[in-house]
């Protein structure tokens, strides 16, 4: 977590498989989605002030308020990194020189085989509860403040809302089909404490899930999954999603034969790296927001 928020911004990548997969969902968020870079970019964009001496003082501001630790900006910039690591831990960088503005993913995904049902519903679980934890940590409340985040779904647009719709589509649709939430609860009902430590995204992300114990933190994410159900449903349906369509708008992008269709979720998890990148433009915009109600 040393590197400061404002170079993480800059940093942040402008093309490559992860922007292009974010893209392809223009059609679930249409219009929702830009990749701001670069943190004086994204104040001018944000409150839209064009003096240099302002937009210099906002940013001073915001770097101070993301490097107070007695704040939860950089736990939650933790846990969008970890879910991202940990849940794409099958060696991303085989995938370093297909990257293009068409990426030929045949030959690797030749190597790849499909993630366990069960592990991927586990995944999706556990990446939903990331989402709320960061969410309270970024607000400032409680980090099992369920009804907080349920009630501030509705009102998530731009990156959050991309993120989202990534998260039911990536990690939903695509590897599970359009059960993919009774399947993310069944796993969930059916697991075992012991077994729940044994997931790599819940490995990587435990330390900040409440509930204590394994456990505690498994009856927790059940809660929040449960909790979220509804709005999830809702968004599917009503935006009229399917996994054919995603697969489809995803393979404009990036070159996958259908008999290839079921490894797009393990490539998915490799590739697609949206919590980190998109989790650093929400937390861009919530610090510069905050930075110029303060001054």
């Known amino acids: 977590m040393s590197k400061p928020i404002y170079k993480r ?7 490559g498989i992860n922007i292009l997969a974010l893209r392809s969902l223009d059609f679930v968020v249409p219009g929702e989605w830009q990749n701001l870079v670069g943190f004086d ?6 409150t839209g002030e064009t003096d240099p001496a302002l937009i210099k003082q906002i940013g001073e ?17 933790w846990l969008y990194d970890s879910v991202d690591s940990a849940s794409g831990a099958l060696g991303t960088a085989a995938l370093a ?16 085989t499909p993630k366990p049902e069960k592990a991927q519903s586990i995944d999706l679980t556990v990446k939903l509860v990331v989402e709320l934890v960061a969410f309270c940590q970024i607000n400032g409340i409680p980090g099992d403040s369920i009804g907080d985040f349920v009630a501030a779904l509705g009102d998530y647009s731009g990156e959050s809302l991309m993120r989202m719709a990534a998260l039911v589509c990536f990690d939903g649709l695509v590897p599970l089909g359009p059960d993919f939430i009774q399947k993310g609860i069944d796993a969930l ?19 900040l899930i409440p509930g204590g114990n394994p456990a505690g933190q498994q009856g927790f994410i059940l809660q929040s999954f449960g ?5 999830m449903s809702h968004f599917v349906t009503s935006r009229g999603v399917t996994r054919e369509a995603v697969i489809d708008h995803l393979t404009r992008f990036v070159e996958v034969t259908e008999d290839k269709a079921d490894y797009l979720g393990a490539f998915l998890d490799i590739a697609a790296k949206y919590y980190g990148h998109t989790g650093t433009q929400t937390l861009a915009r919530r610090l510069i927001e905050r930075a110029v109600a303060e001054l």
């Open 9 to 15: 911004v800059d940093d942040l990548p402008t093309s």
């Open 97 to 112: 020189n297909k990257v293009g503005q068409k990426v030929p993913l045949l030959g690797f995904m030749n190597k790849l």
């Open 189 to 207: 009902e059916r697991l075992s404490p012991s077994e729940l430590k044994q997931n790599k995204t819940f490995q990587g992300v435990s330390e």
């Open 227 to 231: 909790s979220v159900k509804d709005w």
């Open 41 to 46: 970019n994204t104040i001018k964009a944000v």
């Open 61 to 77: 501001r915001a770097v101070y308020l993301y490097n107070d630790k007695s704040q939860g900006y950089q736990r939650a910039m």
